[in-house]
């Protein structure tokens, strides 16, 4: 089965860090740029930052510039999320997709392979 293999969600302080991670699974991530997006409860899915294939550009949401870095390592099928400052509106199901570019990024129907997610919550 082709899809993404989210993970490294869960309950954390405002202010603190995470670092979630999709593994690509039946397939290789090399000719793929990846997207991660996020979904909280009565929301509609909204793009959190896309890689292009080798890693050498990046695009953020306004809401996770300085705070999120995505990364990848094409090695491990793999891409990461680094998400600091958290605050209480980034409690949300994080979910990764991929696609051939990012392009129009945000617009979450191009994707392809998504997985289940992985769950953050933050919160005092």
């Known amino acids: 089965q082709l899809q993404f293999v989210e993970s490294g969600g869960g309950l954390v302080l405002p202010g603190e860090s995470l670092r979630l991670s999709c593994v690509a699974s039946g397939f290789t991530l090399d000719y793929s740029a990846v997207a991660w997006f996020r979904q909280a409860p009565g929301k509609e899915r909204e793009g959190v930052a896309c890689?292009?294939?080798?890693?050498?550009?990046?695009n953020y949401a306004d809401f996770a510039k300085g705070r999120f870095t995505i990364a990848r390592d094409n090695a491990k099928n793999t891409v990461y999320l680094q998400m600091n400052s958290l605050k209480p509106d980034d409690t949300a199901v994080y979910y990764c997709g991929a696609d051939s570019l990012c392009g129009v990024w945000k617009n979450k129907i191009k994707y392809n392979y998504w997985g289940q997610g992985t769950q953050v919550t933050v919160s005092s």
């Open positions: 890689i292009s294939k080798n890693g050498g550009s990046a």
